[in-house]
């Protein structure tokens, strides 16, 4: 049997839930339209960018645009389709397909205009203000690199 306050509670639930989709809604268009002023305004101060947890991560919202403009300007075509969100309390997960194409040198790797495409799905935790506080997807970063290298995975 459910109460009153049972319903009440999952309505909670529920709206914080797709106030959190939102949220992460905003920031892929964000992302594709390469606005990373408006996706990291999403984010708290302290936020986290973990990657797919084989290097470092990257810690603070300014650290995490600068890293961002970074990567897109050696993939000025980078973009995702296909996006579906999941979410779960404090936790969206977003699966998608992601492109791009190698057009400016990468620190010490050369560009070399090979494309790379791949399915991945982003995990986010967002805090009770509707902030991004972590984000980290599950695709190796070898997937992309094995792409645009040329070298087998």
């Known amino acids: 049997m459910t109460t009153k306050a049972d319903s009440s509670k999952a309505e909670k639930v529920e709206s914080k839930e797709e106030r ?9 268009a964000a992302l594709n339209d390469h606005d990373f002023d408006r996706l990291t ?24 645009n600068a890293s ?3 990567f897109f300007s050696s993939f000025p075509d980078f973009k995702g389709e296909d996006f579906r ?28 205009g090979k494309s790379f495409k791949f399915q991945d799905a982003d995990i986010f935790t967002l805090n009770d203000q509707g902030k991004i506080t972590s984000h980290r997807y599950i695709q190796p970063d070898a997937t992309m690199m094995s792409q645009i290298s040329g070298m087998k995975k």
């Open 20 to 28: 959190n989709k939102k949220i992460i809604k905003e920031g892929t």
């Open 85 to 112: 969100y999941y979410a779960d309390g404090d936790n969206v997960v977003v699966t998608a397909t992601y492109s791009g194409t190698f057009k400016k040198d990468m620190g010490k790797m050369k560009a070399n």
């Open 68 to 70: 961002m403009k970074k």
């Open 41 to 64: 305004s999403l984010m708290t101060d302290d936020a986290v960018e973990n990657g797919d947890g084989s290097g470092h991560a990257v810690k603070g919202r300014d650290s995490i």
